[in-house]
């Protein structure tokens, strides 16, 4: 396969993403920590515990990311950590970031630092937490400490990750704490969340002018089960609209339609409140039309075959790489660069992954053929983390982690997105050393 080679823009960034909470270890002041102490919350009984020790050696991973050749990384500020208690901050939390971020720098790696990924302080928990509308003014006092305090290591921020799947999560499918099951708090805690970022938007560039500050959104292909069924159709449609491009649409124009609002008017401050855009992606959901759920805006229930099905424990997710190209050029529109902030899978054996990275990256090639500005991809994630309430029962990592003895591993995928970044390019020799099977998917054969 000698001379078959897609080649990625001068300047791409070929980074990983991670989260404090699932990175640093013993983060005890936020919720999620309470959360995973009671029992039957988390898949396998574990806690995160040291998760990967970065509070104390996340250099060393820092060294391994570089030794890949990759030239950024992503990484979250824990608001338990720099504000343990209502307007007191700790400056050893922060001295600490300042370390991290001084790290990534002297090795070359250009950080992306998210401000919000999914915990929050006890203090702003038992306040009533994102349902609570002071959580807006809160949520940019801590963002304009942040940036004051580390913007002159870092200039892209994200300000809230996936805020669609933690409002799910959270205040719906009630498996994340507060482990709530209402619509209307769903509906309140976006609005929350629309109006936190765009005040955190205007405070950060008030701080840091020349900042590129963005939304980091989750987005699935939910397509109908049964592509004939009107019903699928409709329910599809409904799930694609509400959780994937309400938000997006209301950082762009400021506009929050139904169910957050009526579509009528702005929100004036959310009006191209984000200078770039963030997208996760995992993969396609196929639904269908379910009557029992008739009577709310979720009214569907995945069908995937288990040939075509992620492993464990996400057999509702379909690797469907085509996906990506699809959400990247529907982005395209709204006229911001982009960002692959999330795309990876769990694969303790390594067998799915390598062709994974190899198709899906092929997609995104796809899309910049098409003329869509992606500035680059952020595989998720480095080292094995924990993984929400599914614990240690998923491995995501490029790197295997034992959390008993934190040794590490390699995985044959590391090599394999390392010789990509390095190359800035994908060709048919690596294709043919990873994952011959997917030969004709990532050259189009």
Known sequence: MTGRILTFPDGFRWGVATAAHQNEGNNTRNDFWAWEQIPGHVADGSTSGLACDWWNRAEEDFDRAAALGLNTLRMSVE???????????????????????????????????????????????????????????????????????????????????????YAAHAYVLGKWSPGESSLLKFIRVTRNQIKAHAAAYHAIHRRQPGAQVGIVKHMAAFDPADPA?????????????????????????????????????????????????????????????????????????TQVPPEIAWPEPWTDREIYPAGLQRFLTRLARYGRPLYVTENGMADATDEIRPGFILTHLAALHRAIRQGVDVRGYYYWTLVDNYEWVEGWTTRFGLIALDPATQERTPRRSAQLYAEIARANAITGE?????????MGQVFGD
């Open 229 to 301: 069924s009107a019903a699928d159709r409709r329910v599809a449609a409904i799930r694609d609209a509400l959780l994937n491009w309400r938000f997006v649409d209301a950082v762009t124009e400021g506009r929050l339609k139904f169910p957050f609002g009526t579509g009528l008017g702005r929100h004036a401050p959310a009006v191209d409140s984000s200078d770039f855009i963030g997208l996760n992606y995992y993969g396609r959901h196929p639904l269908r039309f379910d009557p029992a759920a008739a009577g709310t805006l979720f009214a569907g229930e």
């Open 79 to 165: 608001w338990s950590r720099v504000e343990p208690r209502p307007g007191v901050w700790d400056a050893a939390a922060f001295d600490r970031y300042r370390e991290m971020l001084k790290g990534l720098l002297a090795r070359g790696l250009e950080p992306m630092v998210t401000l919000h990924h999914f915990t929050n302080p006890l203090w702003l928990a038992q306040r009533g937490g994102w349902a609570n509308g002071e959580v807006v003014s809160l949520f940019r006092r801590y963002a304009a400490k942040v940036v004051e305090t580390l913007g002159d290591l870092c200039q892209v921020w994200c300000t809230i990750n996936e805020p669609s799947i």
């Open 430 to 438: 690596m294709v043919e050393k990873y994952a011959p099977a997917a």
